[in-house]
């Protein structure tokens, strides 16, 4: 209640008409950021237990079947649950856009509820900021965190018995800035689909349907977003693109290019977010005339 004390216009009536869907976000947040680190923790335990008892896996010894063959499945279950962490993170987009689009923004246009605030001194650009200004400052609050988070546990998969790998699709998503620009860009879609469609079932639809198009389209052309390199594969992770079959030997992106394929990725979204924005705003001026 504090925090609503201390905020002004429509922000504030933004935040406590969904503060409950914000709360219950913000536990599953939580509830993730706990659960990875005491995975980590625990595979740790276990390999320090599993030495405690003379046991090894690579050279198993009469005696130590079971404690081996456990050790390996907790291990695997762990690896897992932080790449079922990250299709939750790559769904995420999509649930952005449907919350923004529907409940947000289809909603109010519905019930035309928009036009008390409209009539209060609150211009239909400043209604449309402060609807964007909520989600927007949850995922500035919430998700750099937990990327950093990700990365740091995935990082220490490495030594393990089931390295987590960069480049599959719900890893790659939540350990680099991608997470924060997916995010970006199902919010402002959300924000045309609910201008555009102005109910909220319809508009909820639109909005995850354009959101997965777009994510899934640059899921695709993502290795192609940087040169990839041929020939014999370096140290580390690669991500192999082709066989031995193809005539200028093995393509594939090593490690090294985690960083260029996310930030050209983070900028195009960037650039999506902010022409979807722009239209979101443009679509508003028309309607309000």
């Known amino acids: 209640m504090s925090l609503l004390h201390g905020l002004r216009g429509p922000v504030r009536v933004t935040i406590?008409?969904?503060?409950?869907?914000?709360?219950a976000a913000f536990a599953v947040v939580l509830l993730a950021a706990l659960a990875l680190p005491a995975g980590r923790w625990y595979v740790q335990s276990l390999s320090e237990d599993l030495a405690v008892a003379g046991c090894e896996v690579r050279h198993?010894?009469?005696g130590c079947g079971i404690q081996v063959r456990g050790f390996l499945s907790r291990s695997l279950y762990v690896a897992r649950m932080f790449t079922c962490t990250g299709l939750a993170v790559t769904a995420?987009?999509?649930?952005?856009a449907a919350f923004v689009a529907g409940p947000l923004i289809g909603r109010e246009l519905e019930s035309h509820t928009h036009r008390l605030q409209w009539t209060q001194s609150v211009s239909?650009?400043?209604w449309?900021?402060?609807k964007l200004a909520v989600p927007v400052a949850a995922v500035l609050?919430?998700?750099?965190?937990?990327?950093?988070?990700a990365a740091w546990i995935r990082r220490g998969s490495l030594d393990t018995w089931y390295p987590i790998p960069w480049y599959t699709a719900p890893v790659y998503g939540v350990i680099g800035p991608v997470?924060?620009?997916?995010?970006?860009?199902?919010?402002?879609i959300g924000a045309v689909a609910g201008l555009l469609v102005g109910r909220t079932l319809p508009a909820m639809a639109a909005a995850v349907t354009a959101t997965g198009v777009l994510v899934a389209t640059l899921a695709l052309v993502r290795p192609r977003l940087w040169p990839s390199l041929s020939g014999t594969k370096g140290d580390g992770s690669p991500w192999q693109l082709s066989g031995p079959a193809d005539p200028g030997g093995p393509r594939y992106h090593?490690?090294?290019?985690?960083?260029?394929?996310?930030?050209?990725?983070?900028?195009?979204?960037?650039?999506?977010?902010a022409a979807a924005t722009t239209a979101a705003f443009a679509l508003l001026r028309r309607r309000h005339r």
């Open 60 to 62: 198993t010894v009469p």
């Open 92 to 96: 995420l987009p999509m649930l952005l």
């Open 16 to 23: 406590g008409l969904h503060r409950r869907t914000l709360w």
């Open 141 to 149: 609050l919430v998700l750099p965190a937990f990327v950093l988070l």
């Open 179 to 188: 997470a924060v620009g997916y995010a970006f860009l199902g919010i402002a």
């Open 254 to 273: 090593p490690e090294a290019h985690f960083w260029p394929l996310q930030l050209v990725e983070s900028g195009i979204l960037l650039l999506l977010a």
């Open 124 to 126: 239909p650009a400043r």
């Open 128 to 130: 449309l900021a402060a």
